[in-house]
C-alpha cells in the first residue's frame, strides 16, 4: 500500500485521440505508457488503477490504436495509453500513420513528463524498445522501464534481466529507472505508483488540488 493508491485507482477515462490535435489541453502533468502490442501495456494501466476494464486488453495484439486519455482525481494530472506498436493486423500504410501520430505526441507534448516503457521480461530490448530508448536520450525524456510478466521467470532471473536492462539503458545515458512487475502476483505495482507520484508531482497528498469535478 502506499498513500497514492486512491489516485491512481481514480483513473476513468477521458477521451481517444487519433493525433495530438485533439488530446486534452496541453497543461498540468501527463504520463504515457508505450510499449510493443504484446507486452502487456493495458493489463499494467489496469492494474495499477485496480480496475479490470479501464484500458483495452485483447488476446489480440495491437488493439490499442488511438491515444488513450485517463483522468485522476487530482486537477490536470493524466495517463496516456499509447498506440501499441507491432503486431497489428492492419495495413502497412496504417502503421505509419499511427508512428507519425505517436512521434508528433512524444516530440510536442509539453504535459508529458515521463514515459513508462512496458516490456515482457521475457523479451526486452526489442527494436521498438532500442527506438523509444535513443529517442529519450536524444530528447532528455525521462523513463521508467516496466518488465511486466515477472511472474513467468524465477526470481533470480528476473532480477538478472532487470539488473541487465538497468545496464544498458545506463551504458546508453539515459535518464532512466527499471523495474520488474506483475499483473498476477502483484510485483511491483506499489513501485510504480511510488514512480509515477513522483513524477506527477504528488509530494504532499494534503497540498494537492483535488478537482472539484472528480
Known amino acids: 500500500m502506499t498513500p497514492f493508491d486512491s489516485i491512481f485507482q481514480s483513473a ?9 490535435s485533439q488530446c486534452p489541453l496541453d497543461q498540468g502533468v501527463e504520463v504515457a505508457f508505450a510499449g510493443r ?33 485517463f483522468g485522476l482525481n487530482v486537477e490536470d494530472r493524466r495517463l496516456i495509453d499509447l498506440p501499441g506498436y507491432g503486431f497489428a493486423k492492419v495495413p502497412i500504410a496504417m502503421k505509419k500513420v499511427w508512428q507519425a501520430h505517436m512521434q508528433d505526441y512524444l516530440m510536442n507534448r509539453r504535459s508529458l513528463a515521463g514515459v513508462v516503457l512496458v516490456m515482457d521480461i521475457r523479451h526486452p530490448l526489442k527494436e521498438f524498445d532500442e527506438m523509444m530508448l535513443d529517442w529519450a536520450r536524444a530528447n532528455g525524456m525521462k523513463v521508467h522501464v516496466l518488465l511486466t510478466k515477472s511472474d513467468k521467470l524465477k526470481r533470480d532471473s528476473a532480477k538478472s534481466t532487470m539488473l541487465g536492462v538497468q545496464k544498458a539503458i545506463k551504458t546508453l545515458g539515459i535518464d532512466g529507472t527499471v523495474q520488474t512487475f506483475s499483473a498476477l502476483n502483484g510485483d511491483g505495482v506499489d513501485a510504480l505508483r511510488i514512480k509515477l507520484a513522483e513524477w506527477l508531482v504528488f509530494e504532499n497528498l494534503e497540498e494537492i488540488p483535488i478537482s472539484p469535478n472528480a
Open 12 to 20: 476513468h477515462f477521458i477521451k481517444s485521440a487519433e493525433k495530438l
Open 37 to 69: 502490442s504484446n507486452a502487456g501495456k493495458s493489463t499494467a494501466l489496469n492494474t495499477l488503477a485496480n480496475q479490470k476494464k479501464l484500458a483495452r486488453t485483447s488476446k489480440t495484439p495491437g488493439r490499442t490504436q488511438l491515444i488513450n486519455c
